[in-house]
C-alpha cells in the first residue's frame, strides 16, 4: 500500500523555525514528484512546494519562497520541508502528495487542481503564534 506520513509539526513562535518529514513506502521514489501543500481553518487548500525526486526540480509559491526549503533523501525515501521565518500566517495543517509527474504538483499548488493528483497522506499541525 501507498503511504505517505508527515510528521514534525508542533506550535512554535512566529520567527522560528520546523522542519517537516514526509516518509513515503510502497511506490518507486525515484519516479515521483512530492509535494507539500496546507489547509487553514475556514480557508481553501494551498500549495506550498514541491520536488521532482529524479532531477531535484523545485518549486515554491511565492509566500513562501526564500523562507521555506524543500529537499530529499533518497535512500530514506523521505521527502523534507524547512521551514524558517514562521509567520502566524503559516498556520495549518501539512499535508505531503505524490505524483508521477511534478507538472501535477505544481498546477495543484497554482491553480488548486488537486483531484488529478495520485496520492495524499494525513497532515501535521503546524501552529505559529505571534
Known amino acids: 500500500d501507498v503511504q505517505l506520513q508527515a510528521s514534525g509539526g508542533g506550535l512554535v513562535q512566529a520567527g522560528g523555525s520546523l522542519r517537516l518529514s514526509c516518509e513515503t513506502s510502497?511506490?518507486?521514489?525515484?519516479?515521483?514528484?512530492i509535494g507539500w501543500f496546507r489547509q487553514a481553518p475556514g480557508k481553501e487548500r494551498e500549495g506550498v512546494s514541491c520536488?521532482?525526486?529524479?532531477?531535484?526540480?523545485?518549486h515554491y509559491v511565492d509566500s513562501v519562497r526564500g523562507r521555506f526549503t524543500i529537499s530529499s533523501d533518497n535512500a530514506k525515501n523521505t521527502v523534507y520541508l524547512q521551514m524558517n521565518g514562521l509567520k502566524p500566517e503559516d498556520t495549518a495543517v501539512y499535508y505531503c502528495?505524490?505524483?508521477?509527474?511534478?507538472?501535477?504538483?505544481?498546477?495543484?499548488?497554482?491553480?488548486?487542481?488537486?483531484?488529478?493528483?495520485?496520492?495524499w497522506g494525513k497532515g501535521t499541525q503546524v501552529t505559529v503564534s505571534s
Open positions: 510502497g511506490f518507486t521514489f525515484d519516479d515521483y514528484a
Open positions: 502528495a505524490a505524483d508521477r509527474d511534478l507538472l501535477t504538483l505544481v498546477a495543484a499548488a497554482r491553480m488548486g487542481l488537486y483531484n488529478g493528483v495520485n496520492y
Open positions: 520536488i521532482s525526486i529524479s532531477d531535484g526540480s523545485k
